[in-house]
């Protein structure tokens, strides 16, 4: 298991069917994603002081039994690869009552400056780098 992060599903969070609506699995990805980073020595707005930001390039989920209102879940977030410019976190959502997986997911980032230039993130903060490559499952 990854860093995980728990949330109650809202009723404004839901469709006229009592499920969650789809799009806000992404929101919960970057609710864990947020968390992960904040566990490290770096949150994302340090990181954004430093000029540096994480754009998603690409993201995907599978979505495997309905989330409902007012249901706890945890989000579980994974580093998977960090390699060059781009690193890549998965993500698995579960009820916390009976720890039924809802959904999985990945979302990847590349590392730019304000300019949208990639960046050296190894080379600019070395202890980061190797802080994410003993994380990564």
Request: glycine share 6%; with cysteine.
């Amino acid at each position: 298991m990854g860093n995980i992060t728990t949330v109650k599903v809202r009723y404004k969070e839901t469709d006229q069917m009592g499920v969650v609506y789809y799009g806000n699995y992404f929101t919960w990805f970057e609710v864990g994603r947020n968390e992960f980073f904040r566990k490290l020595k770096s949150s994302y707005e340090e990181l954004e002081v430093e000029n540096i930001l994480l754009p998603v390039i690409k993201t995907g989920c599978e979505y495997l039994v309905p989330a409902k209102f007012d249901d706890e879940i945890c989000i579980d977030t994974q580093l998977v690869k960090l390699k060059g410019v781009r690193i890549e976190l998965r993500y698995k959502i579960y009820r916390e009552k009976d720890n039924t997986l809802l959904a999985k997911g990945f979302t990847e980032h590349v590392f730019v400056d304000k300019n949208l230039k990639p960046i050296n993130f190894r080379k600019k903060h070395k202890d980061i780098w190797n802080e994410l490559q003993g994380m990564i499952e």
